[in-house]
């Protein structure tokens, strides 16, 4: 890691962990607030993939993390899943607080998704015991 001020820069198999997710990329540059004391904003670039604590995994060629309003961009041949439901397109936007996104298309693309719908066989968040839950976001990631 290299440190000016304000900005933190690594390079390697960076993974960095924050409440609600988990980002792995080659570099990210990691800027500080105007005091030095919180990180304000992430810039992952190379083999970059993000997992929330839901189990949605995107990956991109850039991603942009937004602290103060917890957003998360993903950029260039974006791409976000959960089981078996897919989005991509050129630019996804993650509000991670809201639990809502966007997805844009690229100027000579459009965005693709396939969702399928839940069965009826298969329990709800609400009922799987709190165990199990912590068990999966252990293991979404892999």
């Known amino acids: 890691a290299s440190k000016k001020e304000g900005l933190v820069v ?11 997710s988990t ?6 540059e990691v800027y500080l607030d105007d ?13 970059v993939k993000i997992v ?10 850039r991603a942009e ?10 950029i260039g041949d974006a791409k976000v899943w959960q089981e078996e ?10 509000l991670l607080a809201e639990d809502r996104s966007t997805v844009e298309a690229g100027s ?6 396939v969702f399928y719908p839940k069965r009826e066989d298969s329990q709800t968040d609400a009922t799987v ?14």
């Open 10 to 20: 690594f390079t390697g198999s960076v993974i960095a962990k924050q409440e609600n």
């Open 23 to 28: 980002q792995t990329a080659d570099r990210m």
């Open 35 to 47: 005091k030095g004391e919180r990180v304000a904003r992430i810039v992952s670039t190379g083999n």
């Open 52 to 61: 929330t604590e839901d189990c949605r995994t995107g990956t991109a060629r």
């Open 65 to 74: 993390y937004y602290d103060d309003d917890q957003r998360l961009l993903l």
């Open 85 to 94: 439901n897919v989005v991509t397109g050129d630019r996804i936007t993650i």
């Open 108 to 113: 000579q693309g459009r965005v693709k998704s």
């Open 129 to 142: 015991p709190a165990a199990k839950k912590d068990a999966k976001r252990a293991t979404c990631g892999s």
